[in-house]
Nanobody
Framework: QGLLMESGGGLVQAGGSLRLSCAAS????????IDWFRQTPGEQREWVAR???????TYADSVKGRFTISRDNAINTVYLQMTSLKPEDTAAYYC??????GGQGTQVTVSS
């Protein structure tokens, strides 16, 4: 079973940018779709974006046009480039794939 580890979160002002990384170990991400989710305390987990095995991205309406998901199969990593960040983007962000153990997530905090 593979492991996923998220990184790249931090504190940023509204309008700023961050790039999150999801690094896999123990199993290859090649040929697999990967999702990003986010969650704030007391709220349900929200799906953010997916990248298909062929690289086709899909996005939640709330992030469309601001976030870009991409992958680098050579280094077994998926990215989430986030721009024009808003305070409502504040959450813990997780990557997910069936058959992989999830990481601790990475916290994104956007100040107004």
């Amino acid at each position: 079973q593979g492991l996923l580890m998220e990184s790249g979160g931090g504190l940023v002002q509204a309008g700023g940018s961050l790039r999150l990384s999801c690094a896999a170990s123990g199993s290859s991400l090649r040929g697999k779709a990967i999702d990003w989710f986010r969650q704030t305390p007391g709220e349900q987990r929200e799906w953010v974006a997916r990248i298909a095995a062929d690289g086709t991205p899909t996005y939640a309406d709330s992030v469309k046009g601001r976030f870009t998901i991409s992958r680098d199969n050579a280094i077994n990593t998926v990215y989430l480039q986030m721009t024009s960040l808003k305070p409502e983007d504040t959450a813990a962000y997780y990557c997910s794939r069936p058959g992989f153990l999830g990481g601790q997530g990475t916290q994104v905090t956007v100040s107004s």
